[in-house]
Nanobody, 120 residues
Framework: QVQLVESGGGLVQPGGSLRLSCAASGSFASIFAMGWYLQAPGKQRDLVAWITSAGTTNYADSVKGRFTISRDNAKNTVYLQMNSLKPEDTAVYYC??????????????WGQGTLVTVSS
């Protein structure tokens, strides 16, 4: 079983920065991709950014130039550096991973979510 544990959320003023972390643990062969999604109250869950094991990245247009996703493959950890935060970035941020299991099947895993609040 694979678990994702997120950390780093909190309250920040507009224009401020936060860094989210997500560490994967458990039994698996490898991790193909890891990413972050956000869900604001009453809205659907949307992609923020993801990164593959090879380092290929993809960002939502709303965060390009402000957020940076990175990954430490040795630690099975993904990071999201969020700069120039805006009130509309307020949401629960969920870590996501596509894991190759020990039986070589792809499994999608979600973290429990971490709340980011951008407010003065």
């Amino acid at each position: 079983q694979v678990q994702l544990v997120e950390s780093g959320g909190g309250l920040v003023q507009p224009g401020g920065s936060l860094r989210l972390s997500c560490a994967a643990s458990g039994s698996f062969a490898s991790i193909f991709a890891m990413g972050w999604y956000l869900q604001a109250p009453g809205k659907q869950r949307d992609l923020v950014a993801w990164i593959t094991s090879a380092g290929t990245t993809n960002y939502a247009d709303s965060v390009k130039g402000r957020f940076t996703i990175s990954r430490d493959n040795a630690k099975n950890t993904v990071y999201l550096q969020m700069n120039s935060l805006k009130p509309e970035d307020t949401a629960v941020y969920y870590c996501n991973a596509v894991v190759v299991s020990t039986t070589l099947s792809d499994v999608e895993v979600w973290g429990q979510g971490t709340l980011v609040t951008v407010s003065s």
